[in-house]
């Protein structure tokens, strides 16, 4: 799922210490830096946050560590 990225929710990811990103996912393989799966991560790492044109992508396979 994309959202757009506004300066709303990044406020409420930092005081609400929420984690989304492949980083704090227990299928990521930081070794290889890849998901256990396959999917592609380009849209679900934290660097993918930085860019201007960057929309908020929710992974269906997140699995908290």
Do not use: N, Q
């Amino acid at each position: 799922m994309k959202y757009r990225l506004d300066a709303a929710f990044l406020d409420e990811r930092k005081r609400f210490a929420l984690v989304h990103t492949c980083e704090h996912c227990a299928l990521f393989d930081p070794e290889h830096l890849a998901c256990a799966h396959g999917y592609p991560i380009d849209d679900h790492v934290e660097a993918s946050l930085e860019r201007p044109e960057a929309s908020l992508v929710f992974c269906k396979e997140f699995e908290l560590r």
